[in-house]
């Protein structure tokens, strides 16, 4: 068999995306702008519409547009993974089939919740969503939430299903993994849904995460995986060090009240939820904070919607080009107090004007010289 054969079907930082709310409504701006960061900061797949997309307190429509938005914005630079769990069986298999049509890589599809069913009923709702749909299926186990546990016979046994390509193991029981892996042949998919264990999880024979830490630090999440990976366990042991305090405080509130927190510190989106979440208490805040600046995050002093209006940061950045003045993603958005999505959309609306403009190193810009109509 060859090592391409071998290859699981999904690895890496993969990171369960919140869904943005302004005024009650999805932030579909928002959510651009941090899908947008993620792809920009090397992560290896999106997950929309998961437990940390607040996916309880979404309509149907909601969900679907959810996932449909994110597909579309990913244009394939990295694989969509869009959740479509439910305690209906027939309410799952309707959301795997619309997952497919709109173009996603996969489903995520959690062990229903609530009614708990004993092993053979979770086996047969999966296996239902196996036949209903030709999409490939990764399980998520989550007994912290779900109150039923899926027992490594019953993963075994799902595993066989043509379309059942990985487990998101979100219990954190290192154990579990070598004894699924001496179970089941083929290049089966093993990822973590939880980030403080993705280190021993990776030793273990894991190969990636689904991670809500990577929202707020993708960058730093990328790299300790990638030290994982390549075995440089004591540079992977650093970035560890790095996160730990970030990886536990994004859960010492109701998730994904942090994580929104978090955002809306870094000026990407607010520290909206629905309820029955509320919105990070004030005495988790400064927890949130502290861990953030130990991660190497710069925390904006202004919440996200004062940064300066999409199209003012457009036109700074056809002016500076216009001007033969290089543009430096990061440094631009910093001065301007802008997004870096923002500074993007200048670069991208000068290329629809035809602008010669060329990449001169990561993520810095400059017009090649030429005559060019200003508007």
Request: net charge negative; glycine share 8%; aromatic share 6%.
């Amino acid at each position: 068999m060859t090592d391409t054969a071998l290859r699981p079907a999904f690895s890496g930082v993969i990171t369960a995306l919140v869904t943005p709310f302004k005024n009650g409504e999805v932030d579909y701006d928002a959510f651009a702008k941090h899908i947008e960061r993620q792809i920009v900061a090397g992560v290896h797949g999106l997950v929309p519409v998961g437990t940390t997309g607040e996916t309880s307190t979404l309509s149907l429509d909601e969900h679907r547009e959810v996932v449909r938005f994110c597909v579309e914005k990913a244009a394939g630079r990295v694989k969509v993974i869009a959740g479509a769990g439910s305690n209906n069986t027939s309410e799952a298999v309707e959301l795997a089939q619309h997952a497919k049509a709109v173009g996603a890589d996969a489903v995520l599809v959690v062990a229903p919740y609530y009614n708990k069913p004993s092993q053979e009923g979770l086996y047969q709702h999966f296996k239902a969503i196996n036949d209903s749909v030709q999409i490939p299926v990764m399980l998520y186990n989550v007994p912290g939430r779900t109150v039923v546990d899926m027992s490594n016979d019953t993963v075994v046994r799902l595993a066989k299903l043509p379309n059942v390509v990985g487990i998101k193991d979100a219990t954190g029981d290192l154990e579990r993994i070598s004894q699924m892996r001496i179970e089941i042949e083929g290049n089966f998919s093993y990822i973590s849904g939880d980030d403080p264990t993705l280190l021993g999880y990776m030793a273990h024979g894991g190969h990636g995460v689904i991670s809500v830490t990577s929202n707020v630090a993708p960058d730093a999440m990328v790299a300790l995986y990638s030290a994982a990976q390549q075995g440089a366990f004591e540079t992977a042991r650093q970035w560890q060090d790095k996160l730990i305090k970030l990886h536990k405080v994004l859960f010492a509130d109701s998730s994904p009240s942090p994580t929104k927190y978090a955002l809306s510190r870094l000026g990407i989106c607010t520290d909206e939820v629905r309820l029955p979440i509320t919105p990070c208490s004030e005495a988790v805040r400064p927890l949130v904070d502290d861990a953030m600046t130990r991660a190497g995050l710069e925390l904006s002093t202004q919440e996200s919607g004062t940064l300066r209006p999409r199209d003012e940061v457009i036109d700074y950045v056809l002016e500076q080009l216009l001007a033969g003045k290089v543009i430096d993603v990061a440094d631009v958005a910093r001065e301007l107090h802008a997004d870096t999505y923002d500074v993007r959309g200048g670069i991208d609306r000068a290329r629809a004007r035809n602008w010669n403009v060329q990449n001169i190193g990561k993520l810095k810009f400059q017009l090649k010289p030429g005559v060019y109509q200003g508007n």
